[in-house]
Antibody, heavy 126, light 106 residues
Framework: QVQLQESGPGLVKPSKTLSLTCTVS??????????WGWIRQPPEKGLEWIGN???????YYNPSLKSRVTMFVDTSKNQFSLNLNSVTAADTAVYYC??????????????????WGKGTTVTVSS | DIQMTQSPSSLSASVGDRVTITCRAS??????LNWYQQKPGKAPNLLIY???SLQGGVPSRFRGSGSETDFTLIINGLQPEDFATYYC?????????FGQGTKLEI
């Protein structure tokens, strides 16, 4: 059973870079069937997709964050990571890593977020 | 971006009730619609994908339907563990976007 675990600082100063890592256990990040990604949730608010990365390093970012986001994958460690630079208080949130799986249904192939980490709270404050 | 709008934002119900949550997309997304349940302090959990396909291990009292722009999540016979916040999410077009959530309360 695949499990994900986020790690990284819980407090980041404004204008600095937020860096988080997600460690995958119980399965290989190099499986060609999946993308890996990040979602965040500000306090008392809804969910925001940050981006996805494939084992090859191909990335897809939310346009609203694209100028500040970098994701990368380390297959030797079975990890993927998120960097978000120039952070402000608006970046304070619970950050979740997730697996983006898919399945055929009817005539289409459908993607969904089927495995999630427990989440890590990141506060941006001086 | 495709905007997802859920209604209602909150809902009060009792154990055993049947509840309906709706999700509307700002443009047609075929059936590229997923539903998640989130309990306080926990990560979201996938319930339904492709608008109506039940994720493995999810009780059959959860049912999804809809296509194009209008979707519905129905929970038949509410159980105590179902009181949570529910989100719809479209996977038709990048960026993936979520509804604002529906909080289901006792």
């Amino acid at each position: 059973q695949v499990q994900l675990q986020e790690s990284g600082p819980g407090l980041v100063k404004p204008s600095k870079t937020l860096s988080l890592t997600c460690t995958v256990s119980g399965g290989s990040i190099s499986s060609s069937s999946y993308y890996w990604g990040w979602i965040r949730q500000p306090p008392e608010k809804g969910l925001e997709w940050i981006g996805n990365i494939y084992e090859t390093g191909t990335t897809y970012y939310n346009p609203s964050l694209k100028s500040r986001v970098t994701m990368f994958v380390d297959t030797s460690k079975n990890q993927f990571s998120l960097n978000l630079n120039s952070v402000t208080a608006a970046d304070t949130a619970v950050y979740y890593c997730m697996r983006r799986g898919g399945a055929a249904a009817g005539t289409g192939y459908y993607y969904y977020m089927d495995v999630w980490g427990k989440g890590t709270t990141v506060t941006v404050s001086s | 971006d495709i905007q997802m709008t859920q209604s209602p934002s909150s809902l009060s119900a009792s154990v055993g009730d049947r509840v309906t949550i709706t999700c509307r997309a700002s443009r047609s997304i075929s059936t590229y619609l997923n539903w998640y349940q989130q309990k306080p302090g926990k990560a979201p959990n996938l319930l339904i994908y492709a608008a109506s396909s039940l994720q493995g291990g999810v009780p059959s009292r959860f049912r999804g339907s809809g296509s194009e722009t209008d979707f519905t999540l129905i929970i038949n016979g509410l159980q105590p563990e179902d009181f949570a916040t529910y989100y719809c999410q479209q996977s038709y077009m990048t960026p993936d976007t979520f509804g604002q959530g529906t909080k289901l309360e006792i």
